[in-house]
């Protein structure tokens, strides 16, 4: 079975310009989370989806990063416009259907975006 | 979610057992302990978790005390290959389903 996967693994841009990360979860998963390890910095929570809904956003920086999962499949993750202090490492999660539990969340590889 | 204290680094020599403990005193009677660790470069990665009592499966065994203020994650026979920074993580079992990391203990396995 495939793991979480995330497109691209490394992503350079320039200050200003627009990047969009990729997660692919676990086939059947109905959680999808999005974090991100800035420099030096804990994993911090960005948001969770539930299906296409999103269940928590709290995490979420600012209005320039924009999360969607049209159909409850893959989700993308839109830094428009990029800022310098964007750079780190971006995690995608997926674990089983909401409500039975809380089961392990698997990880992907994860994003490095270094804006420049 | 209650906090977590860890220490920020240890050693254990390979083929002995690595003991993480991990002090979580406010913890409340609906949250679990959850294990991950992150290797470098990779994803983080789940390990186990438990709620009071101790669990065991075949990469860790997990030891809650009978307050549940403390834990200590046992990895029984350390490879260099468990080399990573472990995360405890205490985390309620319904509502807020999101991981809150700290800064976790970075285990070094020395050959």
């Known amino acids: 079975e495939a793991g979480v996967t995330q497109f691209p693994s490394h992503s350079v841009i320039e200050k200003g310009q627009t990047v969009t990360l990729r997660c692919d979860p676990i086939?059947?998963?109905?959680?999808l989370y999005w974090y991100r390890r800035v420099m030096g910095k804990e994993i911090k929570f960005l948001l969770h989806?539930?299906?296409?809904?999103?269940?928590?956003e709290s995490g979420m920086p600012n209005n320039r990063f924009l999360a969607e999962r049209t159909g409850g499949t893959y989700s993308t993750l839109k830094v428009q416009p990029a800022e310098l202090e964007d750079s780190g490492v971006y995690f995608c999660?997926?674990?089983?259907?909401f409500g039975q539990g809380l089961g392990e969340a698997f990880f992907g590889q994860g994003t490095r975006l270094t804006v420049v | 979610d209650a906090k977590t204290t860890q220490p920020p680094s240890m050693d254990c020599a390979e083929g002995r057992a690595a003991n993480l403990p991990c002090n979580h005193s406010?913890?409340?009677?609906?949250?679990?302990v959850y294990w991950y660790r992150q290797i470098h470069s990779q994803g983080p990665q789940y390990i186990i978790h438990?709620?009071?009592n101790n669990e065991t499966n075949e990469m860790a065994s997990l030891i809650i005390t009978e307050d549940r203020k403390s834990s200590t994650l046992i990895l029984p026979h350390a490879t260099l290959r468990d080399t990573a920074v472990y995360y405890c993580?205490?985390?309620?079992?319904?509502?807020?389903?999101?991981?809150?990391f700290g800064t976790g203990t970075r285990l070094t396995i020395i050959p």
């Open positions: 999660a997926s674990s089983q259907r």
């Open positions: 438990g709620l009071k």
């Open positions: 989806f539930v299906k296409e809904s999103k269940q928590d």
């Open positions: 993580i205490a985390r309620p079992n319904f509502g807020n389903e999101k991981l809150t």
């Open positions: 406010t913890i409340s009677g609906n949250e679990y």
């Open positions: 086939s059947g998963h109905d959680n």
